[in-house]
């Protein structure tokens, strides 16, 4: 799958796309990823770890160029039909925010007939999420420093995805 970014992509009806202050429900997510002909929902749960290289964390906090964050997450579901054609929901919500240690950052939810779509079609969501959407994060750890970083660095170093 690649991600070519078309300005006139628009959402569908049956899926879910959100940048929220607001905590982020799996229950929520699962629901608006479950449809009738659904044989796998697959459920990807994004939460805020206590460490990052071994270094203690105690919250993240998380900024998003929305308008445009909302433009990736929309291309990101086209793409997924694109090649997996009978893909029946795909829900991305994101979080913004000061978040602690624990809480749900983001979560991908893709309903398919079968399972390996659905896991290809998920961890395909959140990759290209991670390296192509405006959102970035600043961790805060236990020494009271802090550093802001873009979550597209996670092409380079998957310790801090």
């Known amino acids: 799958m690649t991600t070519t970014l078309a300005s006139a992509v628009k959402p569908r009806a049956e899926d879910s796309f959100a940048i929220s202050f607001a905590p982020l429900?799996?229950?929520?997510?699962?629901?608006?990823?479950?449809?009738?002909?659904?044989?796998?929902?697959?459920?990807?749960?994004?939460?805020?770890?206590?460490?990052?290289?071994?270094?203690?964390?105690?919250a993240?906090?998380?900024?998003?160029?929305?308008?445009?964050?909302?433009?990736?997450?929309?291309q990101i579901a086209a793409d997924i039909r694109l090649s997996i054609s009978d893909v029946n929901r795909v829900?991305?919500?994101?979080?913004?925010?000061?978040?602690?240690?624990?809480?749900?950052?983001?979560?991908?939810?893709?309903?398919?007939?079968?399972?390996?779509?659905?896991?290809?079609?998920?961890?395909y969501a959140i990759d290209t999420l991670k390296h192509n959407a405006p959102i970035w994060k600043k961790e805060h750890w236990e020494d009271g420093s802090s550093c802001w970083v873009n979550i597209g660095a996670c092409e380079t170093s998957k310790e801090n995805c």
């Not at 429900?25 to 805020?48: Q, R």
């Not at 829900?91 to 893709?110: D, F, K, M, N, P």
């Open 25 to 58: 429900s799996l229950e929520e997510v699962y629901a608006k990823s479950d449809d009738p002909a659904n044989g796998a929902v697959v459920i990807m749960s994004g939460v805020v770890r206590n460490q990052t290289d071994g270094k203690p964390v105690i």
């Open 60 to 74: 993240l906090e998380y900024q998003a160029y929305e308008p445009m964050a909302l433009r990736i997450f929309y």
């Open 91 to 123: 829900v991305i919500h994101h979080r913004t925010g000061r978040l602690q240690v624990g809480e749900i950052s983001v979560l991908v939810a893709v309903g398919c007939p079968h399972r390996s779509e659905a896991f290809e079609a998920c961890q």
